[in-house]
């Protein structure tokens, strides 16, 4: 049974606007979660996080929302850039372990 | 360059072959892991070590073996794999456990099991 879930295997948008990937987990005991970006033919690298104890982290241009009482997090992409076009995994673990538990991705297509 | 190297980048292999996936980082982090990304599911954790020594085994048949001779190199070897053990395997390293720690991922090694 998955306990990250990444329900939009794809998504499109256009250069300039908002791009919008959600992460649902089920385990309210995760604290720590990240998301991470993976081009064709290299490794996930490290984009951002976020602790249980905020609700939003923001870099730059990219933002994470965590919503603890809906087990939901989601990465905003403001604006989005061709460059940006890549699978993006949510990831959650728990402080004290090595464990960290991916989803299955949503591939995101920037439309110059 | 995210200082976590792989070889080889790409592997064949018959199911009655030995060979070996090496990973080595260059960052001075103290742990290790091992992932298995497969076709359309997440990536799947393997083996964590820390200072050399395992501290996550998440059901790995025992086709596969790994070995950390020290805190910068780690290893999967593999012996008699099924077709079905064709995928991309990552190798990461991380600073430690206290969560939120940012894992650091190797290119990975695409294997294909005749």
């Known amino acids: 049974d998955q306990q990250v879930k990444q329900n939009s295997p794809s998504l499109s948008v256009q250069e300039g606007r908002i791009s919008i990937l959600n992460c649902d987990y089920t385990?309210?005991?995760?604290?720590?979660f990240l998301w991470y970006k993976k081009y064709p033919a290299e490794g996930p690298t490290f984009l951002i996080s976020?602790?249980?104890?905020?609700d939003k982290n923001e870099d730059g241009r990219f933002t994470v929302f965590l919503n603890k009482s809906a087990k939901h997090l989601s990465l905003h992409i403001v604006p989005s850039q061709p460059g940006d076009s890549a699978v993006y995994f949510c990831?959650?673990?728990?402080?004290?372990?090595?464990?960290?538990?991916f989803g299955t991705g949503t591939r995101l297509k920037v439309l110059a | 360059e995210t200082g976590v190297t792989q070889t080889p980048r790409h592997l064949v292999m018959g199911m009655t072959n030995k060979k070996s996936l090496k990973c080595e980082q260059h960052?001075?982090?103290?742990?290790m892991y091992w992932y298995k990304q497969s076709a359309k599911k997440p990536l799947e954790l393997m083996f964590v070590?820390?200072?050399?020594?395992?501290?996550e085994n998440n059901s790995v048949p025992s086709r596969f073996s790994p070995e950390c001779p020290n805190s910068s190199h780690l290893f999967l070897h593999l012996h008699t794999l099924q077709p079905e053990d064709s995928a991309l395997y990552l190798c990461?390293?991380?600073?430690?456990?206290?969560?939120?720690?940012?894992?650091?991922f190797g290119s990975g090694t695409q294997l294909s099991v005749l």
């Open positions: 990831a959650v673990s728990t402080s004290g372990t090595y464990k960290y538990i």
């Open positions: 070590y820390s200072l050399e020594e395992r501290v």
């Open positions: 976020i602790s249980s104890i905020k």
């Open positions: 960052l001075g982090h103290n742990a």
């Open positions: 990461a390293s991380s600073q430690g456990n206290r969560g939120g720690e940012k894992l650091f």
């Open positions: 385990n309210s005991m995760f604290d720590y």
